[in-house]
């Protein structure tokens, strides 16, 4: 079964399990997400094996995921791209596919990993995308750490959809990070005196990345680095993300870089009541971690170097 993918094996498993436990509902519905996924399953005095189906030459459809955990790693192999460029579909798949375009075209010769998680299975992407699937009800930052799992660069690229390339954004920020003090960049900064009230900021040093494109090396995420699945929502998981990096004894910086920020879907389309609520969630989520740490703010680093 070596040609059988570990995810669907893993079902297969899975499907064993609630047979074992007399759940035939579960095992019936696993057992039609493995035919989903252009395979059989057999039950023998052996257990469960799993074949291909009729016709599966043709590709299978990506498993969807209902934990980002679930989602095979690549973490453990050494780096095989010089960027991996990661994006998120929440609708809009069209604006992704404008973003991958873009990078593409100013690439400048590097290798580049493209991964799409995709949260609506609405999309239809170039053939050489790395593209999971998983469950929407896990929400923006589990949707974003099932894709770093994937990261095979030796630079991790999170870009948001409403971001378009208009030059080399790549090399810019891989001079960056190419400075081991520096653990997270992007063009879009922001700094606070105060943890409560932020404002952009042009850097060089700043508090944090905002999220329609940051940067950081692959060996953070070896090392741990993921955003806090509690943000369902993606405001404010971009912070956070930054003061887990300067929580490491990294810098936050600036990296200008030649991008256009088009619409914002999920902000233009989420209605202004339910935005409030999850944006002040999240906002109380990040405060709850991180309103003691006053230490890491470029304002106090300042003062210190200033006294």
Known sequence: MSDIPEEVLELARQREAARSAKDFARADELRDRITKAGFDVMDTPAGTQVIPGEGSSAKAEPTTYRNSQKV????????????????????????????????????????????????????????????????????????RNAGLGRAAGQMVVIVDGSVEAEGDVLGPLADTLADPAVGITGPFGIVTEDL?????????????????????????????????????????????????????????TVTPVPVRKHEHRMWANTPEEE??????????????????????????????GGA
């Open 275 to 304: 935005r409030a609520r999850l944006s002040k969630r999240n906002f109380y989520r990040f405060l709850d971690r991180w309103r003691g740490r006053t230490d890491l703010l470029v304002a106090r680093v300042e003062r210190k």
């Open 72 to 143: 095979p790693s690549l973490l453990s192999e050494p780096p095989t791209f010089e960027a991996s460029v990661h994006w998120l579909v929440q609708g809009w798949p069209d604006d992704i596919v404008r973003g991958m375009e873009s990078f593409g075209r100013h690439s400048g010769g590097r290798s580049v990993q493209h991964v799409v998680v995709d949260l609506t299975e609405r999309g239809a992407w170039p053939e050489e995308t790395e593209v999971i699937r998983v469950d929407p009800e896990l929400g923006w930052a589990a949707g």
């Open 196 to 252: 409560r009230e932020f404002r952009e900021s042009s850097g060089p040093d700043v508090d944090a990345i905002e999220g329609y494109l940051l940067a950081f090396r692959r060996e953070l995420v070896e090392r741990g680095l993921r955003f806090d699945e509690k943000f369902k929502f993606y405001r404010t998981a971009d912070i956070e993300l930054s003061f887990q990096v300067k929580a490491m004894g990294l810098r936050a």
